[in-house]
C-alpha cells in the first residue's frame, strides 16, 4: 500500500475512532476551547420544548453569534420528578448538543421554582406572607428561604447537579438560584431572628439600651417577645431584621455553595443574578462568597437612561470590586412594566456595548424563546412562537459579529476610576424608613452626584464605605446616614492620607444601630470637617441657594451648616427661605493636611450640581478618562495590560461627530482613526496601546 493512501487510511481511521469516541461520551468529554473575552448569551429552557428541537434553536443561536446559554433555573421537576429521582441525561444532552454548536452553559441550580410534589408533601418549605398567608404552588419564590427542610431538599438537587456537570468543560459556571427577594415571616423564621439577636446583642439589657426601647415601653424581658417589624418600627429592630434577612440569604446560598464548590472545577465560577438598585438585601453581604457578581438588567417601560442604567452596573461591578455579567437582558421589550414598549432599532446593541463598557464581560438576553404557554408569553424573545427569528434577532447577530470581532482587544481588560461614590444598604434603609420628605429617595439622591462627576470623570465605581479607598482621588457619600465608628475611621484615614471626601446630604446621622449619634451631624467626623449640621428641613417647595458653583436652587431638603473651625471655608449660602436658612451655610470645606473633607448639606440643583461636580473633580485632580465628548455620547475606559479601550455611544437625540484626543484604531470597523461619526445610538469601540 503506498504511504500516502496508508497514512489518509490510519489517519481516517483514527479521526473515526475519535468521533466515535466523541460521540458515545458525548461533546463534554472532549477539550473545550477557552471562551472568549465578550460573551453573547440568551436564556434557553430546553426543557420547555422536544428534544428533537433543540438543533434547530442552537443552530439559530450560533448563527447570531451566541456563545453561551442559561439553563436550567427552573426545571426542579424536570430534574427531580418524585423525591429523590434525579433525571439528568436530558440535561447532559442539552449541553452537549450546545458544546457541538460552540455554545458554552451557565447552569442555574433550580431552587427558585420548588415542585408540586415537594411543597404539597413538606408544606413547612412554603413561605408565610406578612398577612399570615402561606404562599401556595403555581408561581415561583414560593419557598421558605430559610426553613430548613428546603435547604436540605435544594442543597440535595444542587449536589446532584454539581457532581454531574462539575468537570463538564462546556459548564462555564454555576448560578444559584434566581433574583434572591422573599422571605417568610413564619415562627420558625421569627425564632431564628431572635436567636439571631441573642448572638448579635449578647443580653437583652444591651439590646434594649442599644435600641432605647425605654421609649413606648418596648423593652423586652426575654427574647421570644421581639416581634419582626418591616418598614415601621423600631429603628434598631428594623435594621437588625434586614441584617437577619441577609444573613439568611448568604447561609442559603451557603448551602448549595458548600455542595457546588467541592464537587467543580475551580475554572467554574458560582454566581447569582441580582436586581440593580433593588434592597432587599444588604448584597455585600451575600456577594462576599460568590466569584462573579452579575444582574438582570431590564429597562421596562422607556428607554435606556445611560445614568441611571449605568449607576447600576458599577453598584454591580463593585460588589466584587471587577468585571461582572449581565446575566439577563430585555430583548427589546418585557411583560411586566405599564407600558411594555420595544426599545428602538438600535437601542438594543447600544445597550449591550453600553454593559461592556462598564465592564460585563457577558450580555445574555431573556429569553431565547417564548414558552407556549406560562406567565410569560408577552416578554420580548428573540424567536417568535414559530420558532423562527424576530426582527431583532439581526440586530443580536450584528451584536454576536462584533463581540467575535472585538473580544482580543478586550481580554484582560477592567475599569479603572479615580472616583468613587459610597452606597450602603443600611444608610438606604434608615432613610428609607424615616424620609421625613416623602419625595426624598436615596437612590435618586445617589444618582445626583454620580450623574455629573460621571460626565467629568467618565468612570466612576460604586463600593461599600467599608473598601480601601487609598487608590481614589476624590470619594463621594451622598447620604451615608449610618456611619458606624468602623466607617468613620476608614474616611477619617483617607481624608488624613491625602484623599478629598464630599459627603452628601443626611450623612453621618446614625451609629451602626440605627441610633441617633450622640453629636450632630456628621457625627464622629464633625471635628475632622470643623463645622456640623445645625438643623435640617424638610423643603415643601425649592429654595435659593448661591455661593461658589453658581446660583440656583434646591429642593427636598436643606442642612443649615455651619463653620466652627477657622479653615472651614464656607461654599454655598442659602438665599431667603424659611427664616431659618437665610443666608447661612449649605456647603462647606475644609483641608486637612493635603487631603480635604467636604459636606454639601442641600440636593442642589442639575446645573449647581454639575459646577459642584466640577470642583470635586478639579479640587482633586481628577482627569477624564478619555477626554472632551458631545452632550449625550458616553464614554467609557477598559485598561489592560498593553492597550486601552474606549467605548463610545450616542445617546443624544442627532448624529455626532467625537474627535479623538490621539490616533486610535477602529475596533468594530478597520484602521487607525482621528474621529468617528455616531449616527444615534451608533457605537465606536476604539484601542489604543497603553
Ligand atoms: C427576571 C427573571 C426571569 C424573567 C425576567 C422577565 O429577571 O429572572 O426569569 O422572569 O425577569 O423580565
Not at 272 to 277: A, D, H, I, P, R
Not at 549 to 572: F, Q, V, Y
Not at 674 to 688: H, N, T
Request: glycine residues 8%; aromatic residues 10%; hydrophobic residues 40%.
Amino acid at each position: 500500500m503506498p504511504i500516502r493512501i496508508m497514512c489518509f487510511q490510519i489517519c481516517s481511521i483514527g479521526t473515526f475512532l475519535f468521533l466515535l469516541i466523541v460521540g458515545l461520551r458525548g461533546a463534554d468529554s472532549a477539550q473545550a476551547p477557552a471562551p472568549p473575552a465578550l460573551l453573547l448569551g440568551t436564556a434557553w429552557y430546553p426543557e420547555q420544548w422536544p428534544e428533537s428541537r433543540w438543533e434547530a434553536d442552537l443552530a439559530l443561536m450560533q448563527q447570531a453569534g451566541i456563545r453561551m446559554v442559561r439553563v436550567g433555573e427552573f426545571a426542579w421537576s424536570r430534574m427531580e420528578p418524585a423525591e429523590g429521582q434525579y433525571h439528568l441525561d436530558w440535561l447532559e444532552r442539552a449541553i452537549a448538543a450546545a458544546g457541538r454548536h460552540n455554545i458554552y452553559t451557565v447552569l442555574g441550580t433550580p431552587t427558585a421554582s420548588p415542585p408540586a410534589w415537594l411543597t404539597q408533601k413538606y408544606p413547612e418549605t412554603l413561605r408565610i406572607n406578612q398577612d399570615g398567608r402561606r404562599a401556595e404552588h403555581g408561581n415561583r419564590q414560593h419557598f421558605n428561604w430559610a426553613n430548613p427542610k428546603y435547604r436540605e431538599m435544594a442543597r440535595k438537587i444542587a449536589e446532584q447537579m454539581a457532581k454531574r456537570f462539575g468537570h463538564n468543560p462546556y459548564v462555564l459556571g454555576w448560578q444559584i438560584d434566581n433574583e434572591y427577594a422573599e422571605v417568610s415571616f413564619d415562627p420558625e423564621t421569627r425564632a431564628q431572628f431572635q436567636q439571631w439577636l441573642k448572638q448579635r446583642y449578647g443580653t437583652l439589657e444591651n439590646l434594649n439600651a442599644r435600641w432605647t426601647t425605654a421609649y413606648w415601653s418596648e423593652s423586652y424581658t426575654a427574647w421570644d417577645q421581639i416581634p419582626i417589624q418591616v418598614g415601621y418600627g423600631n429603628p434598631g429592630l428594623l435594621l437588625s431584621w434586614m441584617r437577619f434577612v441577609s444573613d439568611t440569604w448568604r447561609s442559603y446560598q451557603k448551602n448549595q455553595l458548600d455542595v457546588i464548590r467541592p464537587n467543580s472545577d475551580a475554572r467554574q465560577f458560582i454566581t447569582t443574578n441580582t436586581m440593580g438598585s433593588f434592597d432587599g438585601f444588604d448584597h455585600y453581604t451575600v456577594e462576599q462568597d460568590l466569584d462573579l457578581a452579575a444582574w438582570d438588567d431590564y429597562v421596562g417601560e422607556g428607554h435606556l437612561d445611560p445614568v441611571q442604567n449605568g449607576a447600576a452596573h458599577d453598584l454591580t461591578r463593585g460588589f466584587k470590586q471587577k468585571n461582572f455579567w449581565v446575566m439577563e437582558t430585555q430583548p427589546g421589550s418585557v411583560n411586566w412594566a405599564p407600558i411594555n414598549n420595544a426599545l428602538d432599532k438600535g437601542e438594543v446593541r447600544a445597550m449591550a456595548w453600553h454593559d461592556i463598557g462598564h465592564g460585563a464581560d457577558t450580555v445574555s438576553y431573556w429569553q431565547w424563546r417564548s414558552a407556549l404557554n406560562g406567565q410569560e408569553q408577552y416578554h420580548g424573545t428573540l424567536l417568535g412562537a414559530d420558532g423562527a427569528p424576530v426582527p431583532l434577532y439581526a440586530e443580536i447577530a450584528q451584536l454576536g459579529k462584533e463581540f467575535a470581532k472585538a473580544s482580543p482587544a478586550f481580554a484582560g481588560t477592567t475599569v479603572q476610576s479615580q472616583v468613587a461614590i459610597l452606597h450602603s444598604y443600611d444608610s438606604r434603609w434608615a432613610i428609607q424608613w424615616q424620609k421625613h420628605n416623602d419625595k426624598y429617595s436615596p437612590v435618586d439622591e445617589i444618582v445626583s452626584y454620580y450623574g455629573p462627576l460621571r460626565a467629568i470623570a467618565q468612570s466612576i465605581d460604586i463600593v461599600p464605605p467599608t473598601a480601601a479607598l487609598g487608590k481614589y482621588k476624590l470619594v463621594v457619600a451622598p447620604g451615608l446616614n449610618v456611619l458606624s465608628e468602623a466607617v468613620a475611621k476608614n474616611l477619617a484615614a483617607y481624608v488624613e492620607a491625602g484623599g478629598h471626601l464630599v459627603l452628601g446630604q443626611r450623612s453621618g446621622m446614625k451609629d451602626d444601630d440605627n441610633s441617633l449619634q450622640p453629636e450632630r451631624q456628621p457625627g464622629p467626623l464633625v471635628s475632622l470637617l470643623g463645622g456640623r449640621v445645625e438643623q435640617y428641613y424638610a423643603l415643601e417647595k425649592p429654595i435659593p441657594v448661591e455661593g461658589q458653583w453658581g446660583t440656583g436652587e434646591c429642593s427636598l431638603w436643606a442642612e443649615l451648616l455651619s463653620a466652627k473651625d477657622s479653615g472651614t471655608e464656607i461654599l454655598m449660602r442659602y438665599g431667603k427661605s424659611n427664616g431659618w436658612l437665610d443666608g447661612q451655610p449649605a456647603a462647606i470645606t475644609r483641608k486637612v493636611g493635603k487631603g480635604r473633607i467636604t459636606y454639601i448639606g442641600a440636593w442642589l440643583d442639575p446645573k449647581i450640581m454639575a459646577q459642584a461636580a466640577k470642583w470635586m473633580t478639579d479640587t482633586s485632580g481628577v482627569k477624564p478618562a478619555f477626554g472632551a465628548v458631545p452632550d449625550g455620547v458616553e464614554v467609557s475606559a477598559r485598561y489592560g495590560a498593553h492597550n486601552m479601550v474606549y467605548v463610545l455611544i450616542n445617546f443624544s437625540k442627532q448624529a455626532q461627530t467625537v474627535h479623538l484626543p490621539a490616533a486610535m484604531e477602529d475596533v468594530l470597523g478597520a484602521g487607525s482613526k482621528q474621529a468617528v461619526d455616531l449616527p444615534i445610538y451608533g457605537v465606536a469601540v476604539l484601542s489604543v496601546p497603553r
